[in-house]
Antibody
């Protein structure tokens, strides 16, 4: 079955970086894009960014521009999200998700997120 | 940025009753809208995409409707496993996406 398995819990100090991995299985990795979403404790879902696995094109949420880098390794079907200059308000569960797509009038549009990884807790604390 | 607003923030419903959740977009997103369910300690799960198409394995008691700026998720007869937080998400503006702030469906 289609599955995304993420790396484990991380504890970091302010100013450090974290790199979370997301290993895909059960489908052709290069046929789907990956997005990353985070959820601070007790809060809602915040979209962080998107990477086209096929082309390596990326788009990041404006508030994270300059601090986040998303990459993929097609040889291992793994996506990565690196967040730099960590702050206490970066404490959250980080999710990867496969991005669905549809053909609309001859154009491929990206769409919903399915499935999601199990989530990775990143705690930023001194 | 398209802002998604969900209402109410919390919905108290008895098992077996109908639940109606709303999602409003700050500008038209056509039918490019998805709904997710999230239970405590779990990742979100896709329920509905294209505003009204149920994802694989989603029970028929879940239905979505709407287009443009106004959308509704209806759970026809709430089961115990349906008490959770529900999020809407627009994907009209890809490659950027936005979520609503969520509606918590709790037991009355």
């Amino acid at each position: 079955q289609v599955q995304l398995v993420q790396s484990g819990t991380e504890v970091k100090k302010p100013g450090a970086s974290v790199k979370v991995s997301c290993k895909a299985s059960g489908y052709t990795f290069t046929n789907y894009d990956i997005s990353w979403v985070r959820q601070a404790p007790g809060q809602g879902l915040e979209w962080m960014g998107w990477i086209s696995v096929h082309s390596d094109n990326t788009k990041y949420a404006q508030k994270l521009q300059g601090r986040v880098i998303m990459t993929t390794d097609t040889s291992t079907s793994t996506a990565y999200m690196e967040l730099r200059s960590l702050r206490s308000d970066d404490t959250a569960v980080y999710y990867c998700a496969r991005v669905g797509s549809i053909m609309v009038q001859g154009v491929i549009r990206r769409g919903w997120f399915d499935p999601w990884g199990q989530g990775t807790l990143v705690t930023v604390s001194s | 940025e398209i802002v998604m607003t969900q209402s109410p923030a919390t919905l108290s419903v008895s098992p077996g009753e109908r639940a109606t959740l709303s999602c409003r977009a700050s500008q038209s997103v056509s039918s490019y809208l998805a709904w997710y369910q999230q239970k405590p300690g779990q990742a979100p799960r896709l329920l509905i995409y294209g505003a009204s198409t149920r994802a694989t394995g989603i029970p028929a008691r879940f239905s979505g409707s709407g287009s443009g700026t106004e959308f509704t998720l209806t759970i026809s007869s709430l089961q115990s496993e349906d008490f959770a937080v529900y999020y809407c998400q627009q994907y009209n503006n890809w490659p950027t996406w936005t979520f609503g702030q969520g509606t918590k469906v709790e037991i009355k």
